[in-house]
């Protein structure tokens, strides 16, 4: 396993240079799980302003990134940093007040997204089958193909015998599988996860990661996950961006540099697991008294 | 035994045992003369009355016409009720256009405008089903735009992140979503039928219907008659309801059953 000291490539302003292009093993085309064709992400200047009643507010404030074609890209930063915001914009549920999204595929045309969303999202009136089938039947596929989908994807993510039970019958780490499951079933070019492992327990969140990270490897789909964990962060991405406190702009852009497949426990005993570490939390550390202080003056 | 089905041994044991000790305790201050028993006559003797007026009087004619009136009445609301409370929740603009008038009238005790609802319908079966209409509609258009109004956000963002159209969300997402609270306003929705059809049946004589029954029994004095159609409506109010559970539980199979 390489070990190379972590560095900035880039702050705040400075636009990101193209990320060299790394060797990837050939995904496998297993059933059921395709192989997105390669989506980029480019944000120049990105902003959304809201309108309170206290005045305009900036979420987020010239956010400029870019994500290369399979790269897994982890945002951090303190709570109330506007990463959701940035998520939905990405997901073309929010639009941005000022600046550029630039989303495309390789052959320049326009990528499908799917969002795995924070917290309970699987809908409780569906069975787990009909909830991780439920984009392809807004497409109006057949049922059969749609189950098949669904039965290869639940196997997938270790839910193969749960597919006619009902959410509620299902542990939080089960729910936020058939949420991964869900995204999945259409074949998104990016997939946009939003702290999905946020509500779990630990053992189970690394469980999960580990779960994801195999999943990843066979499909290199392009990924944005917004995380609070910096451990999660360094153990998942490529690419970290870290985000100040309110209004959200990219205080730094971190390359990690573990080699793929990934395995949780290789990278905590790697020696550059700490460094990175201690890094990302100097980064963050001012960012998260200043957004503490913002969240007590407010309730003041 | 678990402790899990011997609690609900001792709870089916409690439910079906209450009715009893109640008239138990009745039954006995009536036959050791305790309270009159002219005005309170013994649950015992009322048997007899009520095979009486199963046999020579039109007891199950009455519960007929009573049901009737108030399974058209509830679908002629409720019906209604729930697409425009569906409307209200989705759309702002008809929420706050409907919202005042419904807030209005839903307050209106309903057999008050008995008078109108006469004026407008006749005293035939019409009035019955439209006042029965007018007095649950607004109760189930709140609870259902309530019922939308506390979907999740997500919910709906997850349709629209999948490319879901309008039509789409409605029916996969605001409909399944409200459907608890639907059925809430409806089982309210049913004891208020069965206060206001007993009410208007009291005010159409001879025209049928268990209200007329406990009526025309006080008028002429028969205070064991009077008590029989009592008993019948609580046990029409209690049949009602369940079978609005059974449904419910057929409509909502992903609901977790609770206690």
Redesign the interface.
């Given at each position: 396993m390489p070990t190379m000291n972590p560095s900035i490539i880039a702050t705040q302003t400075e636009p990101r240079i193209a990320s060299t292009p790394r060797d990837r093993a050939t995904p496998s085309l297993k059933t059921g799980v395709l192989v997105g064709s390669g989506a980029s992400i480019s944000l120049t200047g990105v902003g959304r302003r809201f309108d309170t009643p206290a005045g305009p507010l900036d979420a987020i404030k010239d956010v400029s990134l870019s994500v290369a074609p399979g790269e897994f890209c982890v945002i951090v930063g303190p709570s109330g940093c506007g990463k959701t915001t940035l998520l939905r914009i990405l997901a073309d549920l929010d639009h941005p007040t000022s600046g550029e999204v630039n989303l495309a595929r390789n052959d320049g045309t326009l990528p499908t997204n799917a969002m795995v969303f924070q917290g309970r999202s699987i809908f409780p009136w569906l069975t787990v089958t009909q909830n991780v089938s439920y984009g392809l039947t807004l497409r109006g596929l057949p049922r059969r193909e749609r189950n098949a989908v669904a039965a290869d994807l639940l196997e997938t993510v270790g839910l193969a015998k749960v597919g006619a039970s009902y959410p509620h019958q299902l542990s939080e780490g089960m729910r936020q599988r058939v949420s991964i499951a869900r995204a999945l079933a259409v074949d998104p070019d990016i997939l946009l996860m939003d702290e999905p492992f946020g509500a779990l327990d630990e053992q189970t969140r690394f469980l999960l990661q580990e779960e994801l990270l195999r999943i990843w490897e066979r499909t290199r789909k392009t990924v944005v996950f917004i995380t609070h964990s910096i451990d999660e962060a360094i153990t998942l991405a490529d690419q970290i961006i870290v985000m100040s406190a309110q209004p959200g702009t990219v205080k730094a852009v971190l390359t990690v540099p573990f080699a793929r497949p990934r395995a949780l426990t290789d990278i905590r005993a790697d020696s550059a697991f700490a460094p990175l570490f201690n890094e990302i939390w100097g980064l963050l550390r001012d960012e998260v008294l200043l957004a503490r202080s913002q969240q007590e003056g407010a309730r003041l | 035994m678990s402790t899990r089905s011997r609690r609900r041994w001792i709870e089916l044991s409690l439910t079906l045992a209450s009715p009893f000790v109640l008239l138990a305790i009745w039954e006995a201050l009536s036959r050791t003369g305790a309270i009159d028993r002219r005005f309170w006559p013994e649950p015992t003797s009322l048997l007899g009355t009520f095979w009486e007026l199963l046999r020579e009087d039109d007891l199950l004619g009455d519960i007929r016409i009573s049901t009737l009136r108030i399974l058209g009445g509830f679908m002629l609301g409720a019906i209604p009720g729930i697409f425009l409370g569906l409307a209200m929740g989705l759309f702002w603009p008809v929420r706050v256009f409907v919202m005042p008038i419904a807030a209005a009238i839903y307050a209106v005790p309903k057999i008050a405008v008995l008078p109108l609802v006469i004026i407008a319908f006749g005293t035939g079966e019409a009035s019955k089903l439209a006042i029965v209409a007018l007095s649950i509609f607004f109760l189930v258009v709140l609870n259902t735009m309530a019922g939308v109004l506390q979907i999740?956000r997500?919910?709906r963002?997850?349709?629209?992140?999948?490319?879901?159209?309008p039509f789409?969300t409605f029916v996969?997402?605001a409909l399944?979503?409200a459907?608890p609270s639907i059925f809430t306003g409806l089982r309210l929705a049913l004891g208020f039928a069965l206060i206001v059809i007993v009410g208007a049946e009291f005010l159409s004589p001879r025209k049928g219907g268990i209200g007329d029954l406990i009526w025309q029994s006080w008028q002429i004095y028969a205070i064991e008659k009077m008590f029989v159609g009592l008993i019948i409506t609580g046990v029409m109010g209690w049949a009602l309801t369940l079978a609005l559970d059974l449904i419910e539980r057929f409509a909502?199979?992903?609901?977790?059953v609770d206690s």
């Open positions: - | 999740d997500s919910f963002d997850v349709a629209r992140n999948l490319g879901a159209s789409q996969t997402v399944p979503g459907l909502l199979p992903w609901k977790p």
